[in-house]
């Protein structure tokens, strides 16, 4: 594992931003695991600018978002089809019909789960994932538990996590209950994982997740046991 420490925001999204940029450029044709929440907006916004001035080429690639809401569709702006499409996708030229988000929004979500772990194993598995975590140590939404879930599938958000989200919401009980997230087995699968966290309150669940013993009831723990892990994170 390579733990870096940085003390802002803007340093950890410029790493971040180049551990991306030089996947693509040493791979264009590579298969991007993506992820939604606060954490990545800045290594986005990197990716952007690299994009615009013509330093990066994302037209070979695909890519592949860690989890959905149940429930919303990706119109509904709270959706993280939505917001990969408006935070990053219809900023760089990646060819819109080789993103995937899973979909909340299908009766079978068993189902649903099945079909986006075959994707991602037809696709050859994930080159580089990009992680946040949550203060419970989630990753994706894999939720603290007793044991680690290996496919894709539906879980019943944590009420930490649904407090933590309902700043996206205008309140809290349009936050939805339930979401599908990539399992731990195509996270662990990926060649490289990319793990960025910013701010004091996660100071606590990165030492838990980084330091600590391996345990489902922090889920992140799990990625000491990856073979290619960098973790970024800034107090700041
Ligand atoms: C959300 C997402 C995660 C994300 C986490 C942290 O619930 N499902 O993928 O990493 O919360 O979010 P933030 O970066 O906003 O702290």
């Not at 693509?24 to 990545?40: D, W």
């Not at 290996?150 to 879980?155: G, I, S």
């Not at 407090?163 to 195509?186: D, H, L, Q, Y």
Request: glycine share 8%.
């Amino acid at each position: 594992m390579r733990f870096i420490t940085v003390d802002s925001y803007e340093k950890l999204s410029t790493k971040a931003a180049n551990i991306i940029a030089a996947q693509v450029i040493s791979k264009p044709n590579s298969i991007l695991g993506l992820a939604t929440g606060s954490s990545p907006l800045g290594t986005y916004a990197k990716l952007v600018e690299y994009y615009k001035s013509g330093e990066l080429d994302f037209s070979e690639a695909t890519s592949v978002n860690l989890d959905e809401y149940v429930g919303l569709t990706g119109e509904n702006d709270q959706s993280y089809r939505y917001f990969m499409n408006t935070n990053f996708f219809q900023h760089i030229n990646i060819p819109i019909e080789r993103t995937a988000v899973p979909n909340g929004c299908v009766a079978d979500l068993k189902a649903e789960g099945e079909r986006y772990d075959k994707h991602i194993q037809d696709l050859g598995g994930i080159d580089i994932q990009l992680l946040g975590i949550g203060f419970d140590g989630h990753i994706g939404f894999n939720e603290p538990d007793e044991v680690f879930i290996k496919e894709t599938h539906e879980v019943d958000l944590d009420a930490s996590t649904i407090e933590a989200n309902a700043r996206f919401f205008a309140s809290e009980e349009e936050v939805p209950r339930k979401a599908i997230t990539m399992g731990m087995g195509a996270i662990m699968n990926a060649k490289k994982v990319l793990l960025i966290a910013n701010g004091k309150g996660k100071k606590d669940i990165i030492e838990k997740s980084f330091f600590g013993p391996i345990t489902p009831k922090v889920p992140a723990s799990i990625l000491q046991l990856h073979p290619d892990l960098t973790v970024i994170y800034s107090e700041n």
